[in-house]
């Protein structure tokens, strides 16, 4: 093993699944090539890792597979900039350098026995997905779940089987897709993720709500889960900065007195406000 | 147990030290006193206040690199960790105290930053206490002082036509066991003490106009204020605080890669810069010049102190308050924020 | 991957950034063996110019063949990326723009006739779309070569965003500015050569043009304290981009 938390371990891309229609957004099934490594490799949802493509850089990802189905690890990256391009350019059997868990993880403990309630909009369904499969694999310990979630159009949904096929299975659990504008194959409702939330009218009592979305949904979704009575300690979110190191040292990602890296990215809104404004 | 040494001895123990490993200490050059690799005591300035560059550079150095990989057919990735064992002379109290401040951040915490571990290991540290403090210096705002050891392994105090001597640490006393067999004399330890609190006591005037006290209690409520937006205005943004400054430490991580392999290394940046904090989407949380002064300002004064308790990020070494061509410096900043108005 | 189409080609200019590519020296064959170089008539003969993956343009466009050229090579080019100063801020020819090309002929050529059909030198950016800017006069040569592997890897570069005083800094120079009091337009110049001037003891003259966010009334206030007048400080401001003007400055 390295001695610096910098150096990435080596892996291998297993396979690559193109969730949308623009194949803009891909699923990438990853294994550390040391056996020891793939088997001590221990994450929570919510945590991330940084992944190399050697030549061009380094970029910090969600995990979006769930801790609770071991020996599959999984990323969920968008096309966006340079590593990211260059990562969507590679195939089943390249390598890559992985260095992780890193971060901080969605608060588990508090949601037990709760109702959940799961907000997400376009790409950021990515780390919803490790906690909802990770909270479904356990579906005793919880209440009511909802899962409310939107994307631009039906061709940018992403995790169509678990959305649509899957999730759909379990027991008081509740499945609300919505697209900003629909096709001509689109039966669904189509309006923008906040106020569909709100027509869904969900109660806030012995609830918890966890969103993950772009910046300006995450503003409104909020301010609609104030309005429907869900305090700020009731309420989940990740924050998403620039970062090099993702150990806490190179002070890139800091929000006030915080690293995103390593206190982050999941904070309650109680927390969130606490912290000066600069995300 | 304190010590002497004469100057020549001195000297002697110096070269010593230069020909196993890097001897780093303050020389001249283009008028300017700086913290670089000598070969031989006769190179070293023993008349300046402080030098220009810190020991940051060669702890946390400009550029180090991390790893070299290789991608041609397979990946294989290889660690470089730095190997120099390296000696660094007359290093004044501010920058001793610095060192402490990174050591928090690199070391401590969940992960501790291994090739600045290795460094701070292969590195001796000789400190000297301040006979003449600049007018640009204010350690003793922050409880320092011009005899202050800080991280030293060995402390000298300039006495007369010698220089009293204290090991610190085991390495500081294998050296003076060592290598420094023979050339130092036990000294007497009442006026040995007495040396040293002269010099804990001496004058810096500077520091007694810059009171940083509760300042990041005060800082806690000042993030929106009108000030930054000011203030910010005169920043030229060249960078040049970070760069100068001891305790600053944001790098980035870039590869180099020809032909299938290449290096990773990392290097300093600066917050002051437009995309340090820029996403690839494009998103920047601080898209201006305010943004980035404060969150400068805030760093030393108001984060740094919430999340590792106690100290400020900053020890009053003066070298922004020379350097900065418009005179945007955390002294000032302090002074307004206290309420005095010290920017023109 | 095919190597991509290169052409390289100067308007009105002294060439100088196009010799920067042709004394490339140790990295020349290295360059040349990655792209399929079809246009460059400084080293060869026989140009083929059907189409372009990236053009690479020199120098400022004053004459009506000039706009014509380039709109010629942009339509035919994927990329186009401008090359010194004058092609990214219109450089020196155009430091009295101003004044206006009549003033500027009876001065030179004692006549007011319009001798060459000419406008006031003007920037590529002002008559087409521009993909990538690399100023300097001339180019910096790691700056062309780090910009020519970015655009090889099929990433556009990124636009060094320091200004000199980080340059000078690096080679840890005596600031000229400040310790000298010299007119040095350091602070407001995009950085990447490496401070070369300074290091030598010129003060900077500007010719890489403004850097971004480049603080001019900060600039000029420090200048003025230092006893320039703000009418030497203009000129020494516009020297290589006449649009970086005190209009910017409040």
């Given at each position: 093993?390295?001695?610096?938390?910098?150096?990435?371990?080596?892996?291998?891309?297993?396979?690559?699944?193109?969730?949308?229609?623009?194949?803009?957004?891909?699923?990438?099934?990853?294994?550390?090539?040391?056996?020891?490594?793939?088997?001590?490799?221990?994450?929570?949802?919510?945590?991330?890792?940084?992944?190399?493509?050697?030549?061009?850089?380094?970029s910090m990802i969600s995990i979006t597979s769930t801790p609770t189905r071991k020996g599959v690890i999984e990323f969920c990256i968008k096309k966006t900039g340079r590593v990211t391009d260059a990562i969507h350019e590679a195939v089943a059997g390249q390598k890559l350098g992985i260095r992780g868990p890193y971060g901080n993880h969605f608060p588990l403990e508090m949601m037990?026995?709760?109702?959940?309630?799961?907000?997400?909009?376009?790409?950021a369904l990515a780390p919803l997905r490790s906690l909802i499969n990770n909270v479904l694999d356990n579906r005793k310990e919880y209440g009511r779940i909802d899962i409310v979630y939107g994307a631009r159009s039906p061709g940018d949904l992403c995790f169509k089987y678990e959305l649509f096929e899957n999730w759909t299975k379990y027991e008081n659990t509740g499945v609300h897709v919505t697209v900003d504008r629909g096709d001509d194959k689109w039966t669904g409702p189509v309006g923008f993720v906040p106020p569909y939330l709100e027509s869904l009218n969900p109660s806030a009592k012995d609830s918890v709500a966890i969103t993950c979305g772009p910046p300006i949904m995450i503003k409104m979704v909020l301010q609609s889960l104030s309005k429907l009575g869900f305090a700020d300690d009731q309420v989940v979110t990740t924050l998403e900065m620039k970062m090099q190191c993702g150990v806490g040292k190179c002070g890139r990602c800091n929000v006030g007195g915080k690293y995103v890296c390593v206190d982050g990215p999941v904070f309650t809104l109680t927390q969130l406000k606490q912290l000066p404004p600069e995300f | 147990?304190?010590?002497?040494?004469?100057?020549?001895?001195?000297?002697?123990?110096?070269?010593?030290?230069?020909?196993?490993?890097?001897?780093?200490?303050?020389?001249?050059?283009?008028?300017?006193?700086?913290?670089?690799?000598?070969?031989?005591?006769?190179?070293?300035?023993?008349?300046?206040?402080?030098?220009?560059?810190?020991?940051?550079?060669?702890?946390?150095?400009?550029?180090?690199?991390?790893?070299?990989?290789?991608?041609?057919?397979?990946?294989?990735?290889?660690?470089?960790?730095?190997?120099?064992?390296?000696?660094?002379?007359?290093?004044?109290?501010?920058?001793?105290?610095?060192?402490?401040?990174?050591?928090?951040?690199?070391?401590?915490?969940?992960?501790?930053?291994?090739?600045?571990?290795?460094?701070?290991?292969?590195?001796?540290?000789?400190?000297?206490?301040?006979?003449?403090?600049?007018?640009?210096?204010?350690?003793?705002?922050?409880?320092?002082?011009?005899?202050?050891?800080?991280?030293?392994?060995?402390?000298?105090?300039?006495?007369?036509?010698?220089?009293?001597?204290?090991?610190?640490?085991?390495?500081g006393r294998e050296l003076v066991g060592g290598p420094g067999e023979g050339l130092f004399k036990p000294a007497d330890e009442a006026a040995g003490e007495a040396v040293k609190k002269a010099y804990a006591e001496k004058d810096v005037p500077f520091g007694k106009e810059v009171d940083v006290q509760g300042i990041d209690k005060i800082l806690d409520g000042f993030f929106y204020d009108q000030y930054w937006d000011d203030i910010s205005k005169k920043c030229i943004g060249c960078g040049t605080c970070t760069y100068v400054c001891p305790t600053c430490h944001c790098f980035l991580l870039t590869d180099e890669a020809r032909g299938g392999q290449g290096l990773r290394f990392r290097c300093w940046d600066s917050c002051m810069f437009a995309n340090y904090t820029k996403m690839a989407s494009g998103a920047n949380p601080r898209p201006t010049k305010k943004e980035r002064v404060r969150q400068r300002f805030m760093h030393k004064l108001n984060y740094y102190p919430n999340r590792y308790g106690g100290s400020y990020l900053c020890t009053g070494c003066g070298r922004c308050v020379a350097m900065c061509p418009v005179g945007l410096h955390i002294a000032g900043v302090i002074k307004d924020v206290k309420g005095v108005k010290a920017h023109a | 991957m095919a190597k991509p189409k290169v052409g390289i080609f100067g308007l009105t200019s002294c060439a100088g950034d196009q010799l920067v590519v042709v004394n490339l020296e140790d990295e020349l064959l290295d360059v040349v063996g990655a792209i399929d170089l079809r246009s460059f008539i400084m080293a060869a003969s026989n140009p083929v110019e059907d189409e372009f993956d990236v053009a690479l343009v020199e120098g400022s466009v004053v004459t009506a063949e000039d706009e014509e050229r380039l709109r010629e090579i942009r339509a035919k080019s994927k990329l186009l990326v401008a090359i010194g100063t004058c092609a990214v801020w219109g450089g020196i020819p155009g430091a009295l723009n101003d004044l206006g090309r009549n003033t500027l002929y009876r001065i030179v050529y004692g006549t007011d006739e319009d001798l060459f059909k000419a406008s006031v030198a003007r920037p590529l950016k002002a008559v087409v779309p521009v993909d990538f800017a690399l100023p300097g006069c001339p180019i910096e040569k790691h700056q062309f070569l780090e910009a020519l592997a970015s655009l090889l890897h099929g990433d556009l570069p990124i636009a060094h965003n320091t200004p000199v005083c980080l340059d000078c800094r690096?080679?840890?120079?005596?600031?000229?500015?400040?310790?000298?009091?010299?007119?040095?337009?350091?602070?407001?110049?995009?950085?990447?050569?490496?401070?070369?001037?300074?290091?030598?003891?010129?003060?900077?003259?500007?010719?890489?043009?403004?850097?971004?966010?480049?603080?001019?009334?900060?600039e000029v206030a420090i200048l003025q304290e230092k006893g320039f007048s703000r009418e030497r400080v203009a000129r020494a401001i516009r020297n290589f981009a006449h649009q970086a003007d005190l209009a910017r400055t409040s």
């Open positions: 093993m390295p001695e610096s938390p910098l150096i990435p371990l080596v892996g291998t891309i297993d396979k690559i699944t193109s969730e949308t229609a623009a194949s803009d957004i891909k699923t990438f099934q990853v294994s550390f090539d040391d056996p020891a490594v793939m088997d001590n490799f221990n994450y929570q949802s919510g945590q991330c890792a940084m992944l190399s493509m050697f030549g061009v850089g380094e037990k026995g709760k109702n959940l309630l799961f907000i997400g909009g376009g790409f | 147990m304190l010590m002497t040494i004469a100057p020549d001895n001195l000297k002697n123990l110096l070269d010593k030290l230069a020909r196993d490993r890097l001897l780093v200490a303050p020389s001249m050059e283009d008028g300017v006193t700086r913290l670089k690799p000598v070969h031989s005591a006769a190179e070293i300035a023993f008349d300046y206040s402080n030098t220009a560059t810190s020991i940051k550079d060669f702890l946390f150095p400009q550029s180090e690199d991390l790893l070299r990989f290789v991608t041609d057919g397979t990946l294989s990735i290889e660690e470089i960790k730095p190997e120099r064992a390296q000696v660094a002379f007359g290093l004044r109290p501010c920058d001793l105290a610095s060192v402490a401040l990174m050591d928090k951040v690199l070391l401590g915490g969940e992960f501790s930053d291994a090739h600045y571990q290795t460094r701070r290991n292969n590195t001796l540290l000789i400190g000297l206490a301040c006979e003449n403090p600049a007018d640009t210096c204010f350690c003793t705002t922050y409880g320092y002082n011009p005899g202050w050891a800080g991280a030293a392994d060995v402390m000298l105090y300039k006495d007369g036509d010698k220089y009293l001597a204290e090991a610190l640490t085991d390495k | 690096f080679n840890e120079n005596l600031c000229l500015l400040k310790a000298k009091g010299q007119l040095c337009l350091g602070p407001v110049t995009a950085g990447g050569c490496r401070a070369r001037c300074p290091s030598h003891g010129l003060p900077c003259e500007g010719c890489h043009g403004p850097v971004e966010e480049a603080n001019f009334a900060s």
